[in-house]
C-alpha cells in the first residue's frame, strides 16, 4: 500500500490543500487546516472570538458562487449583514419598513417629522446644525461600532458621558438646589474615606490586615479622600471655588458650608458615582461627527441604495424547498422576494407578529424577548446658557426628577445655540411622557428642568421634538429584555438557522440597546452563513 506523504513544506502544504479543498469544499479544507495546526481550533475561535471578513477570494478553491440573501429590517443588524456579505458577491437585498434606514439609530434634524402610535405628529424646528440623537448617542472606545467608523470613514469627536462641573439633583432627598458632581463626590469620598480611615486606626481591622497593610490602606485614604493628619474631611479645593483662582491678589474662594457625614449620605447622591465605573460607560466616548446616523447612511452607500428598499413592510416569511420567499408591500402594491436565503433583523416583537412557517420553537423564542420603554426630548436653546452662566460644557445632569437624566451637548461648543436632551427616561416615566402631547410634554419637561438651572431654561427655549420607541411604528421598543441571556436553550431557533432563515440584532447579544451588540450579532450570523455556501 502506497503511503500518502505529510506536506512538510511550505509549498507541498498549499498544493494539499487546495486538493483538499477541490475534493472535499472549503469546509473540509478548513477542518484539515486545523487538524495540521493552520487554523484555530472551534474551542480556540470561540474563546478567541475572530472575526474575518467574507470576501471574493474565498470561492476561489470552491467553484462554487456566492447566494442570493434578503435581510428581513434595515436596521444597523440587517445594515451590517448586507455590508460585511457584499464584500464577497453576496446579492443582497434589504426591506425597510420605515422611509429610513438605521432602526433606533435615529438622528433628528429640522424638518425631519414623525407619526408615533398615539397619533402625535411632530415636525422638527431645530436650526441648521442642530440636532437630537433620539436614540444611541454613545459610543465606547473598545466597541466594534468605532472599528466600522473607521472602515466606512465617518469621522467621530468626544461625546462627555461625566463631567465634574455637571449637577446632581435630588428633590426626593430634600435638596433644594443641584450641586455640583465634584463636589458632591468630594464630600462623599471624603467621609466614606474618613470613616474607613478612623476605623483602621482604632484597630476594626487588625484581624483583616496586617500592620503595613493598615498602614498603606492608611495612605491611601488620606490621599483618596483628601484627609488631614487628624484623618478628617474638612473640604477642600476639590469640591471647587465661589471665586476661582486668578492673578495676583486672588488666591481664590473655597466653597464654604462643608455638610455633615449625615447630611451628604442623607442627599443620596452617591448612588451616582459607580456609573462612571461601568465598563460600557467609563470615559473616553464618542460620537460621529454631525449626528449618529452618519453610520447607518454610510453602510448604506457601501451597500449600495439601489439594494435598499425602504418603505417595504414584510407581511410573510415562507420557507420553501429550496429558498426562501419574502412577501411585503410597498407603495400600495404586494411583492414576494426569493432568495437562498434571509436573515430577519427586525425586533423580535415585530417579528414574532408577522406570519411565518419557521415553525413554533421559533415564535416562542420572539415572544420570550420582552421590548423596553425609553424616551427623549430634545431642547433646542436660542443660547448656550449653560455654557455661559454654569460653565458647564457637555456631560450628563443626574436627577431623581421623572426626567432621570439631562444631556448637555458634546458638539457646537462656544456656538450660538444648542439642543440640550431635556429627557432621558425609561420605563414607567417614560411610558407616561409618552401619553402626553408634545406640547405637554416639553412643558412638563422644562418645569423639571427650571428646578435646576433657573428661568433660563424656560425663556431662552427656542424648539423641541420628543421621541418615544414603544410608540414608534415598526420597532416598538428601545432595547429589549431577553430572559436568561442570549445563550439560555429558548433561544436556540434564534441562534441557529431555522432552515435557510438565520436571526441578527442586539438582543441576540450581550450588549443590548448598543450597536455593538447589532453589530457583532450580525457577524455571527455572516460566518455561519458563509461557512454554510462554501461548503455546500
Not at 58 to 85: C, N
Request: net charge neutral; with cysteine.
Amino acid at each position: 500500500m502506497a503511503v500518502q506523504q505529510r506536506p512538510e513544506t511550505g509549498t507541498s502544504r498549499r498544493a494539499f490543500l487546495r486538493n483538499v479543498g477541490v475534493t472535499g469544499g472549503a469546509g473540509a479544507m478548513f477542518a484539515t487546516m486545523g487538524a495540521l495546526g493552520l487554523a484555530p481550533t472551534a474551542q480556540a475561535a470561540s474563546r478567541e472570538q475572530a472575526y474575518s471578513a467574507p470576501k471574493s477570494g474565498d470561492f476561489t478553491l470552491t467553484g462554487r458562487g456566492a447566494a442570493k440573501v434578503v435581510v428581513v429590517g434595515g436596521g444597523i443588524a440587517g445594515l451590517a449583514t448586507a455590508y460585511e456579505l457584499g464584500k464577497a458577491g453576496y446579492d443582497c437585498t434589504v426591506l425597510e419598513a420605515r422611509d429610513r434606514t438605521g432602526g433606533r439609530n435615529f438622528t433628528v434634524r429640522g424638518g425631519d417629522s414623525t407619526v408615533d402610535l398615539y397619533g402625535n405628529r411632530q415636525t422638527a424646528r431645530f436650526s441648521q446644525g442642530q440636532y437630537l440623537n433620539a436614540g444611541p448617542a454613545r459610543l465606547p472606545q473598545w466597541m466594534v461600532t468605532l472599528d466600522y467608523c473607521r472602515e466606512l470613514g465617518v469621522p467621530v469627536e468626544v461625546f462627555t458621558n461625566t463631567n465634574a462641573d455637571a449637577y446632581l439633583y435630588n428633590e426626593s432627598a430634600g435638596m433644594t438646589a443641584p450641586v455640583r458632581y465634584r463636589t458632591a463626590k468630594a464630600d462623599v469620598y471624603g467621609y466614606v474615606a474618613e470613616l474607613l480611615a478612623k476605623a483602621t486606626d482604632k484597630g476594626a481591622l487588625d484581624k483583616e490586615l496586617t500592620a503595613s497593610d493598615q498602614d498603606r490602606l492608611m495612605e491611601f485614604l488620606k490621599d483618596f479622600g483628601d484627609l488631614g493628619d487628624e484623618l478628617t474631611y474638612g473640604g477642600g479645593e476639590r469640591r471647587g471655588y465661589t471665586t476661582v483662582p486668578a492673578a495676583t491678589g486672588t488666591p481664590g474662594v473655597l466653597l464654604g458650608d462643608v455638610p455633615s457625614a449625615s447630611d451628604v449620605f442623607a442627599s443620596g447622591v452617591g448612588r451616582y458615582f459607580s456609573f462612571e465605573f461601568g465598563f460600557d460607560q467609563a470615559m473616553l466616548m464618542f460620537q460621529p461627527v454631525g449626528g449618529m446616523d452618519q453610520i447607518p447612511k454610510a453602510l448604506t452607500r457601501a451597500i449600495g441604495a439601489h439594494k435598499v428598499r425602504t418603505g417595504a413592510a414584510v407581511s410573510r416569511i415562507t420557507q420553501t424547498a429550496g429558498g426562501v420567499t419574502v412577501t411585503y408591500t410597498q407603495g400600495g402594491r404586494t411583492r414576494a422576494l426569493e432568495a437562498d436565503y434571509c436573515v430577519g433583523a427586525l425586533p423580535p416583537n415585530i417579528l414574532a407578529r408577522i406570519p411565518h412557517n419557521l415553525g413554533s420553537g421559533v415564535q416562542s423564542a420572539l415572544e420570550a424577548v420582552t421590548p423596553q420603554s425609553a424616551g427623549k426630548i430634545g431642547l433646542e436653546y436660542r443660547s448656550r446658557w449653560w455654557e455661559l452662566d454654569h460653565k458647564i460644557y457637555g456631560g450628563i445632569t443626574e436627577t431623581d426628577l421623572d426626567v432621570t437624566h439631562i444631556w448637555h451637548p458634546s458638539y457646537g461648543f462656544h456656538g450660538e445655540r444648542g439642543v440640550l436632551v431635556g429627557y432621558y427616561n425609561y420605563d414607567t416615566d417614560a411610558d407616561a411622557y409618552a401619553k402626553l402631547t408634545p406640547g405637554e410634554r416639553e412643558k412638563r419637561a422644562v418645569a423639571a428642568g427650571v428646578k435646576i438651572y433657573g428661568e433660563k431654561y424656560r425663556t431662552e427655549l427656542a424648539a423641541s421634538f420628543s421621541h418615544h420607541w414603544r410608540q414608534t411604528p415598526h420597532l416598538e421598543a428601545a432595547w429589549h429584555d431577553t430572559p436568561g441571556g442570549p445563550d439560555d436553550p429558548r433561544y436556540k431557533p434564534l441562534n441557529e438557522p431555522t432552515g435557510r432563515v438565520y436571526f441578527a440584532g442586539d438582543w441576540l447579544s450581550y450588549t443590548d440597546a448598543w450597536q455593538h451588540g447589532a453589530f457583532t450579532s450580525a457577524r455571527r450570523a455572516v460566518t455561519k452563513l458563509h461557512a454554510r455556501v462554501l461548503s455546500a
